[in-house]
């Protein structure tokens, strides 16, 4: 069973930085073909899920949600199955709960929550003005 866990959430000032860190366990030979696109989604109160980025594992590409491109970088470390999330200058608006998921849709559906297996529980990210 593949299990993701976020860390990293946090309070921060507008303009400020931070990494969310994303750490996968339970790949098997079989499963690990099976998340080799890694997601970053954010959900804040009463707003729909929303895609933030998103991570090829086995060749690196990456694509972004227009509100974060040039703000956020996604990176991976396959040598331990973790994916991070650097969030820089951050805005009041990116205040959400920040969620992990991995699956494999085509590059054409990386937004899609619904094309994702896998989800980790979650980390808040809050940004005061």
């Known amino acids: 069973q593949v299990q993701l866990v976020e860390s990293g959430g946090g309070l921060v000032q507008a303009g400020g930085s931070l990494r969310l860190s994303c750490a996968a366990s339970?790949?098997?030979?079989?499963?690990?073909?099976?998340?080799?696109?890694m997601g970053w989604f954010r959900q804040a109160p009463g707003k729909e899920r929303e895609f933030v980025g998103a991570i090829r594992r086995s060749g690196g590409n990456s694509n972004y949600a227009d509100s974060v491109k040039g703000r956020f970088t996604i990176s991976r470390n396959n040598a331990n199955n973790t994916v991070y999330l650097q969030m820089n200058s951050l805005k009041p608006e990116d205040t959400a709960v920040y969620y992990c998921?991995?699956?494999?849709?085509?590059?054409?559906?990386?937004?899609?929550?619904?094309?994702?297996?896998?989800w980790g529980q979650g980390t808040q990210v809050t940004v005061s003005s």
């Open positions: 339970g790949l098997t030979l079989r499963t690990y073909s099976t998340v080799d696109v």
């Open positions: 998921a991995a699956g494999r849709p085509p590059s054409s559906r990386w937004a899609t929550y619904l094309e994702y297996d896998y």
